[in-house]
């Protein structure tokens, strides 16, 4: 809209000049009226929505072109603009709005839970929510053949409880890892938790290798289900691979605090002892019985430390240096055609830069 189109109105306030919005004034506005609602006297970002308007012979309330707030893209961009062009952009249209600060676009792109504060996400618990939606069939199959093939052999060996440990704080950690190199990047499924779970496989190998008949075999198989995981990942839009990497960190760190050490239990020593085993035999079973105990807590508290401070770190950088990395969204999806990748509707940019 052009100055022509709503030019500044010095007529109407008493308390000096007021710039005239298309199609709205407070001295015409039935409902809620000026004095109703003090809001009007105050800048005109903060003008209510007025449902109702008596006639009026002002200029720039007959506007021959007039715009209504349009929000478009995940990021949610707000612009006054036609409702063609706004269709055609792919945007919401407010029809009974005149300015971008009476609408909450981005709120309305996110849905779920309102913001407690207009403008200021606060949805946290999209970092374990999305853990559990999908983007397509395949997406969804792939995770249901990775939980009956692998999964349910993790949850029999290492117990409901400790595997919902790892698999959980896997996948908040990569989500959050996912934020700070690719903050604009759509990101759903269970990957990172996934990866996590194969993290902890990768740490049981370890301990147990002097135990397995064939371990390179398996840390094999493991490999060949991290590569194919990231080739998913690059294919397919919606997953990132940057959470994937995340899961894995995360996971292993996780898994040390949880992986069951080789230890020698009471039936195991009074076996020895009822066996006539010799003095010498059962201090050296105690001596590494001492040792493998030492060793888990030292694991266990370093473990712990570096997963805290994993978060810790990962979560100031979310907030205090967020943007995006150039470049690293290849990592994620690589355009092998020119529209294989697109930014579905968003400007990857932050949006202190509007």
């Given at each position: 809209?052009?100055?022509?189109?709503?030019?500044?109105?010095?007529?109407?306030?008493?308390?000096?000049?007021?710039?005239?919005?298309?199609?709205?004034?407070?001295?015409?506005?039935?409902?809620?009226?000026?004095?109703?609602?003090?809001?009007?006297?105050?800048?005109?970002?903060?003008?209510?929505?007025?449902?109702?308007?008596?006639?009026?012979?002002?200029?720039?309330?007959?506007?021959?072109?007039?715009?209504?707030?349009?929000?478009?893209?995940?990021?949610?961009?707000?612009?006054?603009?036609?409702?063609?062009?706004?269709?055609?952009?792919?945007?919401?249209?407010?029809?009974?709005?005149?300015?971008?600060?009476?609408?909450?676009?981005?709120?309305?792109?996110?849905?779920?839970?309102?913001?407690?504060?207009?403008?200021?996400?606060?949805?946290?618990?999209?970092?374990?929510?999305?853990?559990?939606?999908?983007?397509?069939?395949?997406?969804?199959?792939?995770t249901l053949l990775f939980m009956f093939f692998v999964l349910r052999i993790v949850e029999k060996k290492l117990g409901w409880l400790r595997t919902t440990f790892v698999y959980i704080l896997s996948g908040v950690g990569g989500n959050i890892v996912s934020a700070v190199f690719v903050p604009y990047y759509p990101e759903v499924g269970p990957g990172p938790s996934m990866f996590g779970i194969?993290?902890?496989?990768?740490?049981?190998?370890?301990?147990?290798?002097?135990?397995?008949?064939r371990p390179k075999i398996y840390l094999l198989i493991v490999s060949i289900i991290i590569w194919l995981s990231l080739i998913v990942g690059v294919i397919f839009p919606f997953i990132g691979n940057f959470a994937h990497i995340g899961g894995l960190i995360f996971g292993f760190f996780l898994s040390w605090i949880v992986v069951q050490y080789q230890s020698l239990d009471q039936s195991t020593m009074q076996f020895f002892k009822n066996n006539a085993a010799t003095m010498k035999q059962l201090e050296d079973l105690y001596k590494k019985q001492k040792k493998t105990l030492m060793i888990k807590y030292v694991m266990m508290g370093i473990s712990s430390a570096a997963t805290l401070s994993l978060f810790i770190v990962c979560l100031i950088w979310l907030y205090v240096g967020q943007d995006n990395w150039f470049g690293f969204t290849y990592f994620s999806c690589i355009p092998f055609t020119k529209t294989f990748c697109l930014d579905y509707g968003q400007s990857i940019q932050s949006r202190n830069n509007y």
């Open positions: 809209l052009s100055a022509s189109d709503c030019p500044y109105n010095d007529t109407e306030s008493n308390d000096g000049p007021v710039r005239a919005v298309c199609g709205t004034s407070p001295y015409t506005c039935i409902n809620p009226n000026q004095f109703q609602n003090p809001a009007w006297k105050s800048n005109i970002s903060n003008w209510p929505i007025c449902s109702q308007a008596a006639d009026s012979l002002y200029s720039h309330l007959s506007c021959e072109r007039t715009g209504r707030p349009c929000c478009v893209g995940l990021q949610a961009k707000c612009l006054i603009t036609t409702l063609e062009h706004c269709t055609f952009l792919g945007g919401r249209y407010h029809s009974d709005a005149f300015l971008c600060s009476q609408v909450d676009c981005l709120s309305a792109v996110c849905g779920l839970i309102p913001f407690a504060v207009k403008d200021h996400p606060d949805q946290v618990y999209r970092l374990w929510l999305s853990l559990f939606l999908h983007a397509g069939i395949v997406h969804v199959i792939f194969v993290a902890y496989i990768f740490v049981f190998l370890i301990m147990e290798y002097p135990y397995l008949q």
